[in-house]
């Protein structure tokens, strides 16, 4: 999916998102946050022979692993920004919840690159009907939770049309969420445009499973890119 008009941005923000009617208790202040979500490295899990790879996979591979260390940057560094801004308009964050975000290592995105073989059993777990292209990566973005599960619990003054208007009774990860996923979007148009990245997406819009994933796309170089068949 490639991005050429900043339309497309507001266009998914309409389409996307699912809605899980679990909650999570409650939960306090900023500091602590902020010192270790600055020090947390990528969450990059590879599922990938590199002794196997062709020079162009091997070329693609090195772009995807830069693109998941980018946006993971920037993601924390918004996240960290909407946190400050959060504490000193709408509502404290509590300890507790500092402690399990840190403790659950829930303050990255979680990315998983795969091939071959293990893509497709990747994609047999997730239950995905997608045949992928052999000399292509499958690449698994997952929000931290508790974005990925409780993407609808707050930011109703933002996009989207199933977020509840929690009132500032609870910590409102709805808001989160729709602050930072259009740096997911902007990252992955500036890659698709500038990097020649080609992302595939596999799972279909506004189809998302959160203990799982969020996105899954089938990443080539524009160059080499090919219609996908499973070798």
């Known amino acids: 999916m490639r991005f050429t ?18 909650d999570i208790w409650d939960v306090k202040t900023y500091n602590e946050i902020k010192s270790e979500i600055e020090g947390k490295l990528p969450n990059i899990r590879e599922m990938v022979e590199e002794q196997k790879l062709n020079a162009e996979t091997k070329r693609c591979l090195d772009k995807t692993r830069t693109f998941c260390a980018e946006l993971s940057e920037k993601f924390k560094q918004t996240f960290l920004t909407l946190l400050e801004q959060y504490r000193s308009e709408r509502h404290q964050i509590s300890q507790k919840i500092v402690d399990y975000l840190l403790e659950k290592n829930f303050d990255l995105p979680y990315f998983t690159i795969a091939y071959g073989k293990d893509a497709r059993e990747l994609l047999e ?84 499973n959160p203990k799982k994933y969020y996105y899954v796309w089938e990443v080539s170089e524009w160059e080499n890119r090919n219609t996908s068949s499973e070798n």
């Open 5 to 22: 008009n900043p339309n497309q941005f507001e266009k998914i923000r309409h389409l996307e998102g699912f809605k899980n009617p679990e």
């Open 125 to 208: 777990e997730y239950d995905l009907d997608f045949k992928t292209n052999g000399q292509n990566l499958l690449l698994v973005f997952q929000l931290p939770k508790p974005l990925s599960r409780f993407w609808w619990k707050g930011g109703a003054d933002s996009w989207g049309n199933f977020s509840e208007d929690v009132q500032n009774a609870v910590i409102e990860w709805g808001h989160f969420y729709r602050e930072l996923m259009p740096v997911v979007w902007e990252e992955q148009g500036r890659y698709e445009n500038v990097n020649g990245l080609n992302f595939y997406r596999v799972n279909e819009i506004g189809e998302h």
